[in-house]
């Protein structure tokens, strides 16, 4: 793998609990996308756009962009041959002149110039080495006008907990350190912005979208505290300890049992412009 290519998401079989991995994917589309999509037709996504979906892993998300753009097209962009061929199957129903999957890194994608006119780069960029070198490809694949979204998290607002599970802090810790050995940042949400100024970007918001078990139900969200599974490679290469993964685990079952437990989650819109006319 060249350092272009490089990404600290699990690469095809590396996961020690694939299927637990891909519900949480779903799980995590689905419940943020009432909200973002919302969010999404405000910063202009219409019925007729051909939309990009970069780093679009097994395909939930790309299958709700297909859904909002009837008389349009969704391209979904995916580095992970496994992801890749994941999304295939998944969205076979909807094969045709509307879909299109193509095997690249959002780093230097095998994309024309000028092809989108909205592009969606969903919890990607916490993931690859250069994510400023990803927002200017980006760019260059936008049509002049057309709308860049990174949805993203930030770890020092990653969200809420009440009451508090004591661990957790430590293990988030620990994930985040391991995804930056991986050449990941989960801190990347703060330097979004500038990073599309840099890029050419113009117009520039931040909206911040939260989902809570308030609202939703524990059930909806509760699969993200299975820490278990989440720390199942960091405790498979010897990252976290047994140790801390049980104490923990008994604290979110704790947690779980209280009735007055609440849990909330955050994910950040930052959206730009590509200028009109302007040659990249
Ligand atoms: C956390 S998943 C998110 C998947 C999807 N966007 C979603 O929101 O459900 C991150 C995805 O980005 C992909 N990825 C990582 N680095 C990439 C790169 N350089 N180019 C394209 N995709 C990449 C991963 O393989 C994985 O499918």
Sequence with gaps: MTTTTRSSYYSA???PHPEYELNRLREQALVFWPKELRNLQRLGLRPDMDVLDAGSGPGFITEQLLQN????SVTGLELDTGL???SRSYLASYEGPRLNLVRGSITDAPLPD???DLALARLVLQHIAEPAQALSELG???RPGGRLVVADADDALWGSIHPDIPGLAEVMELRRRHQAQRGGNRYVGRAVPAMMRAAGFTDITVEAIAVTSDELGMAALAGHL???ARTALMVKEGVISEELVARTESEVTAFLDDPVSSFMLLMFLYSGTKPAGEPR
Aim: charged content about 35%; proline content about 5%.
């Design 13 to 15: 079989g590396e996961h």
């Design 69 to 72: 753009v009837p008389e349009g």
């Design 84 to 86: 890749f061929e994941q």
């Design 114 to 116: 000028a092809r989108f």
């Design 140 to 142: 260059r694949v936008l």
């Design 226 to 228: 299975d820490v278990r």
